[in-house]
């Protein structure tokens, strides 16, 4: 699995501990985040990197602003893109077992370090079920066109 990594200003703190996740686990990635601490603004950073993971550059990625609201709203404008903002671990799975979503956003203002290492953890490890959950992905898929 190849991972695409990015954040904002405000979730410069959870994207190092899902840097140090990655490195634990022994996958791929590229941090595309910023290194400041004066303000920017997300579409910079979630756009180019959702617009990877639809290219196929990228298998999935992880997403993090302060809220998690901002990067989500713009990774979902990307064709191709199911970005899902998860905030808590049974949404993590759920996303990944019934949406088979490819982008996860999380709220560094909203949760802590620990929580969105288990919830990162979760939904990298978790697998796509298919089944009767792949026709209503189909439905969105053709819905983008």
């Known amino acids: 699995m190849k991972v695409i990594l990015t954040a904002d200003h ?3 703190t959870i994207r190092n501990e899902v840097k140090a996740l990655l490195d634990e686990a022994g996958i791929e990635y590229e941090d595309t985040g ?4 004066g303000s920017v603004d997300y579409p910079d950073y979630a756009l180019p990197a959702a617009e990877r993971v639809a290219k196929g550059e990228f298998d999935r990625g992880i997403f993090i602003c302060g809220t998690g609201i901002g990067m989500s709203i713009a990774a979902n404008k990307v064709k191709g893109i199911r970005c899902a ?3 808590d671990v049974y949404s993590a799975k759920l996303t990944r077992q019934h949406n088979d979503s490819n ?3 999380m709220g560094e203002r909203v949760i802590g370090p620990g929580l969105a290492r288990e919830i990162a953890k ?3 490890e978790t ?3 298919g089944g009767r959950h792949a026709n209503r992905i189909g439905k969105i898929t053709t819905y983008e066109g």
Not at 34 to 37: A, L, V
């Open 127 to 129: 697998e796509f079920d």
């Open 10 to 12: 405000a979730g410069m």
């Open 103 to 105: 982008v996860l956003a």
């Open 85 to 87: 903002l998860v905030h």
């Open 122 to 124: 979760t939904w990298l």
């Open 34 to 37: 910023c290194d400041c601490q």
